[in-house]
């Protein structure tokens, strides 16, 4: 399955990089899924994609949680959340 990546504001900085598209290797089909894979990629993403770090997520641009299931084709993007003042 493929599917297209975004990072948004403290996260894209975290990573450098504000997109990209992967292949999913079999048994990865929920955003929580997804989210620890791609904490396996180093020490920065382990960081920047933390459990308890507050962090919003959607799914074709539709707020996600862990359990929003991935399509192929699908948009998932990560952000922190919008604070005002």
Do not use: H, K, Y
């Given at each position: ?8 504001a ?5 990573l ?11 048994g ?8 620890g ?7 920065t993403?382990a ?5 308890g770090r507050s962090?919003r ?5 539709l ?6 299931p ?5 948009e998932?993007?990560f ?5 005002g003042g």
């Amino acid at each position: 399955m493929n599917i297209q990546l975004r990072f948004f504001a403290s996260i894209r900085e975290a990573l450098g990089a504000s997109q990209e598209t992967v292949t999913l290797p079999p048994g990865i089909t929920t955003v929580g899924a997804l989210r620890g894979l791609l904490r396996e990629r180093g020490e920065t993403w382990a960081a920047a994609l933390a459990p308890g770090r507050s962090l919003r997520m959607a799914c074709n641009q539709l707020m996600a949680d862990e359990a929003t299931p991935l399509t192929d084709g699908c948009e998932v993007a990560f952000f922190p959340p919008v604070t005002g003042g």
